[in-house]
């Protein structure tokens, strides 16, 4: 089984940063991709930023040129860096990954964080 855990969510200023993490732990033989989704209460899920295996990124349109997605291979683990924040960018920020276990059927599943919560307030 494998489980992802997020961390750093927190309050910050209007322009403010903040850094998220999310590590992956279990049974993993490769990870395809790791993303961020964020939702606000009532609100869908939507997609923040992802990246691939060999690095390729990709960010929705709200947070181009203020979020940065990045990855440690060596532990199995993808940082979101937001910057200039801004109070629309509050909600549940939750981790995503796309993972292909050890078993020998080397079977590929989606996993969800718990979530970590983001505000942004003067």
Do not use: H
Not at 49 to 58: D, F, L, M, R, Y
Not at 64 to 78: E, L, P, Q, Y
Not at 81 to 102: F, G, H, Q, W
Request: contains cysteine; hydrophobic residues 30%; proline residues 2%.
């Amino acid at each position: 089984q494998v489980q992802l855990v997020e961390s750093g969510g927190g309050l910050v200023q209007p322009g403010g940063s903040l850094r998220l993490s999310c590590a992956a732990s279990g049974r993993i033989f490769s990870i395809n991709a790791m993303g961020w989704y964020r939702q606000a209460p009532g609100k869908q899920r939507e997609l923040v930023a992802t990246i691939t295996s060999t690095g390729t990124t990709n960010y929705a349109n709200s947070v181009k040129g203020r979020f940065t997605i990045s990855r440690d291979n060596a532990k199995n683990t993808v940082y979101l860096e937001m910057n200039s924040l801004k109070p629309e960018d509050t909600a549940v920020y939750y981790c995503k990954a796309v993972i292909r276990d050890y078993s020998t059927s080397r079977a590929v599943y989606t996993y969800w964080g718990q979530g970590t919560q983001v505000t942004v307030s003067s």
